[in-house]
């Protein structure tokens, strides 16, 4: 069973730092099938990037994703105040199919 | 523009069994494979259960399988959930997800779009 650990559990920043997520896979992804999500307090989780660095629809390009294999990175370029939420990566086509990490809390610092 | 309204979420006792439903709308129901993903109180996420577009394909974490069933009726735009043998660990918010659709295999396709989701609380 492949497993998603992220780190930090939480980041403390300022609006305009530079925000890096990791995902580490306790095996290789398939194919790099990797999502990043965003969810903020009473929502939904939010598509942001699929296929490791492909952004979803009207995702702004200061979000951006990398990695292969095991490391997997999500980069926020500069923090807007919208972007403080907690963040999940998933894999897809792997037994179990589809698996989260714990997620990673980015906080204003 | 999509949207997917979950309902059926309670309080309901251990052992006991709930019917979840999700209203789509805005999209061609019948294109997408749907799924369910659940979250605890505070935690974080966890996939419960998929299904492709025609029903032809299910799919289930180990964590319910066997106790839940996953349906879909593309008559009435709808999915379902039907959970029985309910436990105090399957306490959650459950969300109905729509995946990106496409070509590829539905087990290669993450969710772009998600519902608000529906309490579920088990606990006697």
């Known amino acids: 069973e492949i497993v998603l650990t992220q780190s930090p559990g939480t980041l403390s920043l300022s609006p305009g730092e530079r925000a890096t997520l990791s995902c580490r896979a306790s095996?290789?992804?398939?194919?790099?099938?990797l999502a990043w999500y965003q969810q903020k307090p009473g929502q939904a989780p939010r598509l942001l990037i699929s296929g490791t660095s492909s952004r979803a629809t009207g995702i702004p390009d200061r979000f951006s994703g990398s990695g292969s294999g095991t490391d997997f990175t999500l980069t926020i370029s500069r923090l807007e105040p919208e972007d403080f939420a907690v963040y999940y990566c998933q894999q897809y086509g792997r037994s179990p199919t589809w698996t989260f990490g714990q997620g990673t809390k980015v906080e204003i610092k | 523009e999509v949207q997917l309204v979950e309902s059926g979420g309670d309080l309901v006792q251990p052992g006991r069994s709930l019917r979840l439903s999700c209203a789509a709308s805005g999209f061609t129901f019948d294109d997408y494979a749907m799924h369910w993903v659940r979250q605890a109180p505070g935690k974080g996420l966890e996939w419960v259960s998929g299904i492709t577009w025609n029903s032809g394909n299910t799919d289930y974490a180990d964590s319910v399988k066997g106790r839940f069933t996953i349906s879909r009726d593309n008559a009435k735009n709808s999915l379902y959930l039907q959970m029985n043998s309910l436990r105090a660990e399957d306490t959650a918010f459950y969300y109905c997800?729509?995946?990106?659709?496409?070509?590829?295999?539905?087990?290669?396709?993450?969710?772009?779009?998600w519902g608000q989701g529906t309490l579920v609380t088990v606990s006697s």
């Open positions: 997800a729509k995946d990106v659709g496409g070509s590829i295999s539905w087990y290669r396709r993450p969710f772009d779009s």
């Open positions: 095996q290789s992804v398939s194919s790099n099938y």
